[in-house]
């Protein structure tokens, strides 16, 4: 059965497995089978944004409703691309399901990328897939660190020299809402390896996560929502926000009003209540879109360079992760339901790696 995900693109807890429609492949293209993939809050995240940041656009589903995207593995199992043989086993972004068609184009050693056109228009750094048997850190025993954690680390390594950069707008304190997602836990490990002066980072989590999050021992403190108002208001703050919650957010600018100088909003972790505040007191959130700042930082440092330092960050951090988190494995498209589901309700622990072998 050729399978995916299909969600309600405005209501996305409304979710069911559907068989999709095979076709033929035309001239140029190539049939991906999709082996395995991630599920994570930052699947959520995509799904709660996808209408307003196009997320839904990138694999179109005949019935009308959303693909849910998500990184992963899979295999050429048909091609009618020169160049792009049969059984090599690629990485990059699928749709939660068993199967994608695709067009490859600007094909080399390392990557290709899709070229179907309604994808010409989407950040491009969505539409490269790599071409694992030329990546020498590549193995089957690292992809599921890989397709957990790589695609939201890359947010994480781009959101730490924005906010040296800026010298946290000011703040003596960095807080991090969600603290216990994996972007979150990400960009707490990158700034406490390359600390900025005079600055503190706090995590902002649930009671039920709270331990989790201590136990990492990569904040300077832990706070639970239910605290917040307690935030000494003689300090000064900028929020990283990886809840997206509305009251939440409410809650915070109220409470620290004047001494609150930056709330950078990066994801929507709790995707019940991500719909933006109309009318927030003090400082205005901005919302932080990271294809748009790794364009500006391959500008600026080049890509040579941009490539060295990422991947001394990630070797770190990878290293680091496997002392975090525990890694599980679903089965199929019934397993890949239970997941999503899970993730929605917020019954997955934040100690584990949710995968799905297609």
């Known amino acids: 059965m050729n399978w995916a995900l299909s969600i309600e693109r405005e209501?996305?807890?409304?979710v069911t497995l559907v068989e999709e429609v095979d076709r033929a492949l035309e001239p140029g293209e190539a049939r991906l089978a999709v082996r395995r993939f991630a599920l994570t809050a930052n699947n959520i995240t995509y799904a709660a944004f996808g209408t307003v940041m196009r997320y839904w656009d990138f694999?179109?589903?005949?019935?009308?409703?959303?693909?849910?995207?998500?990184?992963?593995?899979?295999?050429?199992?048909e091609s009618r691309a020169e160049g792009l043989q049969d059984g090599e086993r690629i990485y990059g972004y699928f749709p939660a399901g068993s199967e994608l068609i695709v067009r490859p184009e600007r094909i080399d050693a390392a990557s290709f990328v899709d070229a179907a056109p309604h994808r010409a228009e989407l950040p491009s750094?969505?539409?490269r897939y790599q071409r694992c048997k030329a990546d020498p850190a590549w193995s089957e025993a690292v992809e599921p660190a890989q397709m957990v954690l790589q695609p939201l680390f890359i947010t994480s390594f781009l959101i730490a020299p924005y906010l040296r950069e800026q010298t946290a707008f000011g703040a003596q304190t960095i807080a991090l809402t969600s603290a216990s997602s994996k972007t979150a836990i990400a960009l707490a490990w990158?700034?406490?390896?390359?600390?900025?002066?005079?600055?503190?980072?706090e995590a902002l989590t649930s009671a039920r996560n709270a331990g989790f999050v201590s136990g990492l021992g990569i904040y300077d403190s832990v706070r639970t929502y239910d605290d917040i108002e307690d935030m000494p208001t003689d300090g000064?703050?900028?929020?990283v926000d990886f809840a997206g919650d509305g009251g939440l957010n409410t809650r915070l600018h109220t409470h620290l009003g004047a001494a609150l100088k930056a709330n950078v909003r990066v994801g929507g972790a709790h995707w019940e209540n991500s719909a933006p505040v109309g009318d927030l007191p003090g400082v205005k959130p901005e919302f932080f879109f990271a294809p748009d700042h790794v364009r500006t930082k391959i500008k600026e440092w080049g890509q040579d360079?941009?490539?060295r330092r990422?991947?001394?960050?990630?070797?770190?951090?990878?290293?680091?992760?496997a002392e975090y988190f525990d890694y599980t494995e679903a089965a199929g498209g019934e397993g890949a339901l239970e997941v999503y589901q899970a993730l929605i309700r917020g019954a997955v622990p934040a100690s584990s790696a949710e995968t799905v072998r297609v």
């Open 125 to 127: 750094a969505y539409n």
């Open 59 to 77: 694999f179109p589903g005949a019935d009308q409703r959303g693909r849910l995207p998500v990184w992963g593995f899979a295999e050429v199992i």
């Open 11 to 14: 209501t996305i807890a409304d």
């Open 305 to 307: 360079e941009f490539n």
């Open 190 to 201: 990158l700034l406490k390896a390359q600390p900025i002066a005079g600055v503190k980072v």
């Open 236 to 239: 000064v703050y900028a929020v």
């Open 310 to 321: 990422y991947k001394a960050d990630w070797d770190g951090f990878a290293k680091a992760a």
